[in-house]
């Protein structure tokens, strides 16, 4: 089990220093209900999990950087200098913390020293839980401790964003970091993405646990399959533009999108659209569940998402809806989803706590005869946004 000590004495040899680090984390984040809609002026509706990255920081008495990271330990200590601050490919993972600090300096808070940092992350890999975030965000936090600067924690979410889009170079919304930034115990987010507004829901599980599970599939197609999504539903707004006045489909109704969808020219288009407008329309329902404390109501709107990412999106694939259907076979589920881009990834469950070691290996029997490997199992509890940590455990 690996403890906050147990870091400690790690940056310690690392680093050959006697000092204490501070430690911060920041979480990864699953999307609950609310998929492809971000882009298409809908809302999400994200909660930040007990898995994350770790950091433990140090200033130092000149103005280099130096990052470690335990998950890639074979490519040893990264150093670059405040005074520099681009992007280098050589680099690699250590471009994140970096686009962070650069973006913060450009932002005009005062960073004059430079750090040692090592950071340890238990996001499992390439599960799309958002570990890339998880960094920019932990890095964001501990930079604001350090340095005694006052950082809105929403302006850190948009910096972090900043980092994807321009110092990476991927085209990704803001849910991802303002979900890590702004996560609270046993709360989601209900977030409209164009306007960043935003409430807290009561996730009261009860007797009920959220279950992730990792197909072990590679999300290979997510990029290509994601672009052509956005322009289909792109297409199919223009056409409803031709009559409505409207800016994006997460302005529609259903039955605005009923009386009005004939003006959708292409029949797959048309199909895109309707999952951008029926979604963002479970979202804000889930919302209201959730406010009752309605939790078969809610598990069941997550079963409907995945069904409308199947039929209507076409997003999930073999795997994902595999792994979906087994799910809602066992006893004690309430629902189940994929959650992410899709073709790929992990696939979320709300399940009764004393199903849970049945549930895994009856899922996991049913995945493996049809796909043929194993999936892997993550029971998440939903956990506080970015900070920085007392002393502990880490789970």
Known sequence: MTTLTNLETEFQNIFQTK??????????????????????????????????????????????????????????IIECDLTDLTYNEEHDWANYPKG?????????????????????????NGAGLSSSASIELVTG???????????????????????????????????????????????????????????????????????????????????????????????????????LKIKSLGELTKDEFERHHHLVQDEINQKRAKHAVYENARTLEAYEKLQQGDLTSFGKLMSDSHESLRKDYEVTGLELDTIVKAARDQEGVLGARMTGAGFGGCA??????????????????????????????YTATIGDGAKKLEEGVIK
Not at 209 to 216: A, D, L, P, Y
């Open 348 to 377: 979320i469950a709300i399940i009764k706590k004393d199903q849970v070691e049945s549930f895994k290996e009856n899922v996991n029997k049913a995945y493996q005869e049809v796909v043929g490997y194993e999936a892997t199992f």
């Open 100 to 124: 962070m600090i650069y973006y913060l300096k450009q932002s005009g808070f005062s960073i004059d020293q430079g750090m040692d940092i090592l950071f340890y992350g238990n996001i499992p």
């Open 19 to 76: 000092t204490t680090p501070h430690p911060f984390f920041a979480p990864g984040r699953i999307n609950l209900i609310g998929e492809h809609t971000d882009y298409n002026g809908g809302h999400v509706f994200p909660a930040s999990i007990s898995f994350g990255t770790y950091a433990l920081a140090q200033l130092r008495n000149d103005s280099k950087l130096r990052f470690y990271s335990m998950n890639f330990s074979e490519k040893g």
């Open 141 to 243: 936090v501990l930079v604001e401790e350090l340095f005694h600067l006052q950082i809105d924690r929403i302006q850190l979410a948009k910096l972090g964003q900043q980092v994807e889009n321009k110092y990476i170079g991927v085209n990704s919304g803001i849910m991802d970091q303002f979900a890590i930034g702004m996560g609270k115990t046993n709360h989601a987010i209900l977030l409209d993405c164009d306007t960043l507004e935003y409430h807290y829901a009561p996730m009261d599980l009860g007797d009920h646990v959220i279950m992730i599970i990792n197909t072990n599939k590679q999300r290979t197609l997510a990029g290509s399959k994601y672009n052509e999504r956005r322009s289909q539903c792109e297409k199919a707004l223009k056409d409803l533009q031709t009559e």
